[in-house]
């Protein structure tokens, strides 16, 4: 299970963190993700990083504003979000992926575990 937290009002130019905990599995088999999903847009990858945090993505649209990174004695995956624009204002849902100690991120229809998503607004 994932749990993901730190969502909520923020106004233009904020930096709130998100969180991500899983329960369970060996959380270091897994690549894990971040998604968004804007009103009435479809879902994307914001952001996503290997087992190890060695290797990781993003997105054109949060590249240089948003830094992924993971704590597996934590279990937890974050992501830092600084510079926020109003259109970033989304329902964040974090993701993992199964990889087995990949040095690849996943493609996105391998993110098969999913938190609830926890809402980001941003004020202008």
């Known amino acids: 299970q994932l749990q993901a937290s730190g969502g909520g009002l923020v106004q233009a130019g904020g930096s709130p963190r998100l969180s991500c905990t899983s329960s369970?599995?060996?959380?270091?088999?897994?690549?894990m993700g971040w998604f968004r999903q804007a009103p009435g847009k479809e879902q994307k990858l914001v952001a996503a990083i290997n087992w190890s945090g060695r290797t990781i993505y993003y997105s054109d649209s949060v590249n240089g504003r948003f830094t992924i990174s993971r704590d597996n004695g934590k279990n937890t995956v974050y992501l830092q979000m600084n510079s926020l624009k109003p259109e970033d204002t989304a329902v964040y849902h974090c993701?993992?992926?199964?990889?087995?100690?990949?040095?690849?991120?996943?493609?996105?229809?391998?993110?098969?575990?999913w938190g609830q998503g926890t809402l980001v607004t941003v004020s202008s």
């Open positions: 993701a993992a992926a199964r990889s087995q100690h990949s040095l690849v991120i996943p493609a996105t229809g391998q993110f098969s575990t």
């Open positions: 369970g599995d060996t959380f270091s088999n897994y690549a």
